[in-house]
Every structure is written in structure tokens, then in C-alpha cells.
């Protein structure tokens, strides 16, 4: 089927940067949305940012401005790119594909900010 495979958690201090990639397989159609949701300890799931395969871009208010996400649809790629991060940010982040009515995730991988 579909599957998705993230890289790029680990640890960082408050203000530093990390990139997350996440790059999907199986049957993809064209069109479709790509993005990221992250999970804290005690915390429901929410919306980080999302991109459509037409380039149309979502963004929780929490990292507008820090975070940027970008992808490469000959790939089937998607990107995080995180700046300025914040202890608050530390997280499980998930990746996520929507085609039409039918939902992907990832396995999930965590980002902690904290010296």
C-alpha cells in the first residue's frame, strides 16, 4: 500500500534548527496533500503544517514564521524546516498524506528542544 518514512528528529538547544523529511511510497495519486502534525506528552495531536500538491500552504499560528514546509512531488517528498525552536515545540511529529477521503501516517519521530 501507501507508506511514509520520516528522518531528521533529534535533540537541539533553544534557537537552533532542524529539517524533517518525509518521503511517501506505494500508490500516490498526483493530487493530494502533504503535512505535519506533532503530538506533546499529555496533549492531543494538532495541525503543524500542511501543502497541497498545487502549492497551496497551511500553518498553525504557533510557527508561522520559524517553520517552513516545502515538498517535491517527483519525489513525494515533504519538508520541515524548523528555526528558532523553542522547548514548547518538543514533540512527537508525525507526517501525514490525504488523497481524496483516505489518510496516511508515519511512524512519528520525536524532536526535543532543551539544553
Known amino acids: 500500500q501507501v507508506q511514509l518514512v520520516e528522518s531528521g528528529g533529534g535533540l537541539v538547544q533553544p534557537g537552533g534548527s532542524l529539517r524533517l523529511s518525509c518521503a511517501a511510497s506505494?500508490?500516490?495519486?498526483?493530487?493530494?496533500?502533504m503535512g505535519w502534525y506533532r503530538q506533546a506528552p499529555g496533549k492531543q495531536r494538532e495541525l503543524v503544517a500542511t501543502m497541497t500538491s498545487g502549492g497551496r500552504t497551511n500553518y498553525a499560528d504557533s510557527v508561522k514564521g520559524r517553520f517552513t514546509i516545502s515538498r517535491d512531488n517527483a519525489k513525494n517528498t515533504v519538508y520541515l524546516q524548523m528555526n528558532s525552536l523553542k522547548p514548547e515545540d518538543t514533540a512527537v511529529y508525525y507526517c501525514?498524506?490525504?488523497?481524496?477521503?483516505?489518510?496516511?501516517w508515519g511512524q512519528g519521530t520525536q524532536v526535543t528542544v532543551s539544553l
Open positions: 506505494g500508490s500516490i495519486f498526483s493530487i493530494n496533500v
Open positions: 501525514n498524506l490525504r488523497i481524496g477521503s483516505f489518510e496516511y
